[in-house]
């Protein structure tokens, strides 16, 4: 019963550590965590394969033969077999306890940082359609005018290098950070990985996972190239402590259009481009149907590849991964689950109204 604790106690501070984003943000996001979580990165980077892919495979294995033998050892116990089944059972609760504490303490207290909008000095105070308008149409201009640059494949399909994606990730945030004087984007961290195992995250229709417990970003190494270089700073995002998906989402534009690399910075732009026009369809059909017709023809064919990648994968398992993931961000008090994802519009505006979208 006493491994039950920790979990009780860190459940309790980390209710608690939304009260208080500024004392997180100061004394564990920027302080404990970054020390700590540099230094797991730093281990784990060595490896060119992912730790934690292999950590997940192994506590699943686990998982199961702990309890088949857990029933079967308490089924041949005697005849008070369910005592013996329930003491057992209150250990695996004890296993859980001890997790779901590591989790909390080496990452998810950032989930109650200072929001990042505060952080970058944004205005992300409600827009309006006008507000709306102009963002997309700077991003349109920016799409158009970076997809001239790129690279393509014999399909006309933009073709993205990979390995430089995934290994000048870090590179990429502290660039940035030094551009910017956010010093906190910077620091010393692994490079993204891919997931061996990628066809199981496409056939759940996941582009990406960041695995706190080895400080892992990890990638779909099967997705298609449009998005891929926004999933690997959209994950070390995550691997520097920001928590949140619109967040991460946003970081991925603004590391994306600070790197001076085309194809990362195209990437990026596309994923802020259509979270803001999906906003603006929602609002004002017309103006999204002016700004879609903008759209060069390489444009249209990198997103026509993307969704017929996609397509193939539609069914009960994306279902349930995206039902998975909606509980998951609800469970960290993110109010919107899923949809949390597209509120990085909010701070894109923020960044138009800067002038420095």
């Not at 041949?76 to 057992?88: A, E, N, P, Q, V």
């Not at 990042?116 to 000095?121: E, N, V, Y």
């Not at 910075?265 to 929602?282: D, I, Q, R």
Request: proline letters at 3%.
């Amino acid at each position: 019963m006493f491994w039950l604790l920790p979990g009780l106690v860190f459940f309790g501070l980390y209710r608690l550590a939304f009260v208080f984003p500024q004392f997180v943000e100061t004394v564990y996001s920027r302080s404990i965590f970054r020390v700590t979580n540099q230094a797991l990165s730093t281990v784990t980077g060595v490896l060119p394969f992912s730790l934690g892919e292999f950590m997940l495979y192994a506590f699943v294995l686990f998982l199961v033969a702990f309890i088949i033998v857990m029933i079967v050892k308490s089924v041949l116990s005697g005849r008070r077999w369910w005592i013996t089944l329930i003491k057992r059972f209150v250990v695996l609760l004890g296993v859980a306890s001890m997790l779901y504490a590591l989790f909390v303490g080496l990452w998810a207290f950032n989930y109650a940082r200072q929001p990042l909008g505060a952080t970058l000095a944004l205005d992300t105070s409600p827009a309006t359609v006008e507000e709306l308008y102009s963002t997309c149409k700077v991003l349109v201009s920016k799409a158009v005018a970076l997809r001239e640059i790129v690279d393509e494949d014999e399909n006309g399909v933009f073709m993205l290098d990979r390995d430089a994606a995934m290994i000048d990730t870090a590179k990429y945030y502290n660039m940035t950070a030094n551009d910017t004087g956010f010093d906190f984007l910077g620091g010393s961290f692994g490079r993204a990985k891919p997931v061996l195992y990628s066809n199981g995250l496409s056939e759940t229709n996941i582009t990406g996972i960041y695995f706190p417990f080895s400080a892992e970003a990890n990638v779909n190494a099967h997705s298609p190239d449009l998005f891929f270089a926004a999933t690997t700073l959209h994950e070390a995002a995550h691997q520097r402590g920001f928590a949140r998906e619109d967040e991460a989402n946003f970081l991925a534009y603004y590391i994306g259009v600070h790197s001076s690399d085309a194809a990362s910075e195209y990437s990026c732009v596309m994923l802020a481009l259509v979270h803001a026009m999906n906003k603006l369809h929602g609002e004002d059909e017309e103006r999204f149907s002016e700004l879609r017709a903008m759209y060069s023809p390489g444009m249209n064919a990198d997103l026509q590849s993307n969704r017929d990648y996609w397509k193939e994968f539609e069914g009960k398992a994306a279902d349930i991964s995206e039902q998975v993931n909606n509980t998951y961000l609800k469970s960290n008090l993110q109010a919107d689950g899923v949809k949390s994802y597209g509120r990085m519009v909010d701070l894109l505006i923020g960044l138009w109204r800067s002038g420095s979208l």
